[in-house]
């Protein structure tokens, strides 16, 4: 416990030397921060654990709203079909062991930026013309994953709303599409990497139940230095709106590209 004291200190002391603007990911340069701000929707619950925070994204159409590090997204303008996407990290751990996250957490918010501080893991979001990046922070090795070459450790996040994911791309990235087809955003670079700024090999599954998708990235950490950083974005196809692309054939779980600056904790 005591070892486990000092290396959480350790961690601390590093953080706090880490500049905003990389603590919680990069923008756009070109992207107007008035235009992607995080509000509190209510400053009269500013203390309270379920304090509504609210952003635009006009780049994406996209309307978010976070609360207790759960998100849900919506069109921001009239668009057919009306769609909505719930999106919440329910869970860090290796091999079949998981554990959950310790809800709700207060936020932290800062420009187009909102952190969420759960003790041995931080998440973040940042809003930008590029899409909304999502970020995750391992402090320490989940339960069972401190070190086994044999057991990945992962995030798992849920997804539930009107949209239903798929793994497009030869499997490395994942689209979510409505009921007739449509594909309406996707999520996509996704890159891992630990606090040398060294890639790890991720991968992502899909693992659905019975009322929503649970989306599983993978990380081979065998080799890692914690803490470790792995991030996503979700945004709009590059590609025009349209029916859904064929599905991907195969069993193979891809290794996904990327180029993840180097580690910064939020």
Not at 210 to 218: A, D, E, F, G, V
Request: glycine letters at 10%; charged letters at 25%; aromatic letters at 6%.
């Amino acid at each position: 416990m005591k070892a486990r004291a000092v290396r959480r200190l350790v961690v601390g002391l590093a953080l706090s030397l880490v500049p905003l603007p990389r603590v919680f990911g990069a923008e756009n340069p070109g992207a107007k921060r008035s235009e992607y701000d995080v509000r509190l929707e209510n400053p009269a619950l500013r203390e309270g654990a379920h304090a509504v925070y609210r952003a635009e994204n006009p780049a994406h159409n996209l309307s978010l709203a976070f609360e207790g590090a759960d998100v849900r997204a919506v069109p921001r303008a009239a668009e057919a079909p009306v769609f909505w996407l719930d999106l919440s990290v329910t869970g860090i751990g290796a091999g079949e062991t998981t554990s959950p996250f310790a809800k709700p957490a207060r936020a932290s918010v800062s420009g187009n930026r909102i952190g969420y501080d759960f003790g041995d893991v931080r998440q973040w979001y940042v809003n930008g013309a590029s899409g909304l990046e999502q970020g995750v922070v391992l402090l320490e090795p989940p339960p069972g994953g401190d070190p086994d070459p044999g057991r990945p450790i992962h995030v798992d996040l849920s997804i539930g709303g009107s949209l239903s994911p798929r793994l497009i791309e030869n499997g490395t990235a994942v689209g979510l599409f409505t009921q007739q087809g449509k594909w309406i955003l996707e999520c996509g670079d996704l890159a891992a990497s630990d606090a040398s700024g060294k890639e790890l090999p991720a991968r992502i599954e899909l693992r659905p139940d019975s009322t929503r998708s649970l989306l599983r990235i993978s990380i081979d950490a065998s080799d890692a230095t914690y803490p470790l950083l792995v991030r996503a974005r979700f945004r709009r196809p590059a590609r025009p709106l349209g029916p859904a692309p064929a599905r991907s054939r195969g069993r193979r779980k891809p290794v996904l590209p990327g180029s993840p600056r180097p580690w910064s904790g939020s």
